[in-house]
């Protein structure tokens, strides 16, 4: 198989890493990296054994398929030139800033009938491949995301930051189903944006999704519960591990029973693999035809549709005034 020569645009603290694993992944031909920072870019492209373009137009004349990795409010602008000059994108999370602006770049990877992705890199975490061979019907998802302050990423609020992570998981996990209520309540402290933020939502079917996000904490915490009529799923997503606590068959409740005697903990494992690894590989597999894993841009403007009705949910409710 004749390798595929792909790129990284944008090469941050996130550009970086596709960089690297580019470089490692089996099929594919790091060509180059380029950043608006030649500097930056010279130190990955050295890191990575390749080379920095001085201009954006030559890395895209050199590829198959590159990654975008921009400041979100640069997506729209990257993303169409990538795009336009007939290059497969892999967009960073989120897909964009405005939806008119996702409707935009979607438009344009259909002109020119091309691979367009976003990175919700939650989809290859090992604990969530490993539930997926149990989960029937979840009806309440609770999700709890935390992490230090660090300039990167308050280019946005944090429901774009952080939160758009347990709300794609939240949303492909009940299946894709519609929201229909949708209530917040946020606020900013270090950064002009939303920096801590609780959401419930609502969706089609029954499920509810309740998730909070801050990127003001002290430690670095990444959970996901998971509620369904045949047990409860425990996941870390920082450390890929997990439990599922299920009914055991034909086991219900009496008046005497223990909970070792109605239900069993099954440690959720699935094969070890990097996150970001299992991306670029679906990714790569999906513009060589085979779409099968890769997450589609059009899932990433449901998230992006899901996480700017908390933000304008946030702004609907009314904050106290603090009594003196």
Do not use: W
């Not at 010279?42 to 030559?58: K, M, N």
């Not at 989960?135 to 308050?154: D, H, S, V």
């Amino acid at each position: 198989m004749t390798p595929m020569p792909v790129g990284v645009v944008g090469v941050g603290a996130l550009g970086r890493h596709h960089a690297r694993h580019f470089a490692a992944l089996h099929g594919t031909d790091l060509v180059g990296v380029y950043d608006t920072d030649r500097e930056r870019a010279r130190r990955v492209a050295e890191e990575a054994g390749t080379r920095a373009f001085d201009a954006l137009p030559d890395l895209l004349g050199a590829v198959q398929a590159v990654v975008v990795a921009v400041p979100t409010v640069a997506h729209r602008e990257v993303g169409l030139e990538c795009l336009g000059r007939g290059v497969s994108v892999l967009m960073e999370k989120p897909l964009a800033s405005t939806l008119a602006e996702a409707d935009e770049l979607l438009a344009e990877a259909s002109r020119h009938d091309l691979v367009f992705a976003v990175g919700h890199i939650e989809r290859f975490n090992r604990a969530v491949r490993a539930a997926m061979n149990y989960l029937e019907r979840p009806m309440f998802l609770e999700g709890i995301r935390l992490a230090p302050f660090q300039p990167r990423g308050t280019d946005v609020a944090v429901v774009l930051d952080l939160m758009i992570h347990d709300l794609d998981l939240a949303n492909h996990l009940v299946g894709g189903a519609a929201s229909t209520d949708v209530r917040a309540s946020g606020v900013s402290v270090l950064s002009p944006h939303l920096d801590m933020v609780n959401a419930r939502v609502e969706f089609e079917g029954g499920a509810v999704a309740s998730m909070t996000a801050s990127r003001v904490a002290r430690d670095r915490v990444r959970r996901l519960r998971i509620f369904q009529p045949s047990g409860y799923f425990s996941l870390d997503l920082a450390s890929g591990g997990g439990t599922f606590m299920r009914l055991r068959e034909g086991r219900r409740p009496g008046p005497r029973s223990s909970i070792q005697e109605i239900v069993e903990t099954v440690e959720l494992r699935a094969p070890e693999a990097d996150a970001m690894g299992l991306e670029l590989a679906a990714f790569v597999a999906a513009v060589r035809g085979n779409p099968a894993t890769v997450v589609r841009a059009e899932e990433g403007r449901t998230a992006l549709a899901l996480a700017l009705e908390v933000s304008a949910a946030v702004q609907r409710t009314p904050v106290p005034a603090l009594g003196r």
